[in-house]
């Protein structure tokens, strides 16, 4: 890992607001999640989304 990737990885763990999570998908750059669908964590996506906009509909 570059620093210049360590860098931007500490930076977005300080500013983040909640909820949001970091998820690395090993072998894709950001345009292979365009193009590649097989590589698109949609179980993880769906988990995700159904977790947090569940708990903004009880605000």
């Given at each position: 890992?570059t620093?210049?990737i360590?860098k931007?990885l500490?930076n977005?763990?300080?500013r983040?607001?909640?909820?949001k999570?970091?998820?690395?998908v090993?072998?894709a750059?950001?345009?292979?999640?365009y193009?590649?669908?097989?590589?698109?964590p949609?179980d993880?996506?769906?988990?995700?989304?159904?977790?947090?906009?569940n708990?903004?509909?009880?605000?």
């Amino acid at each position: 890992m570059t620093r210049r990737i360590r860098k931007s990885l500490g930076n977005w763990r300080i500013r983040r607001p909640p909820p949001k999570e970091l998820y690395w998908v090993k072998g894709a750059g950001h345009l292979d999640l365009y193009d590649r669908v097989t590589l698109i964590p949609f179980d993880k996506l769906t988990a995700f989304f159904n977790k947090n906009l569940n708990q903004a509909e009880s605000y």
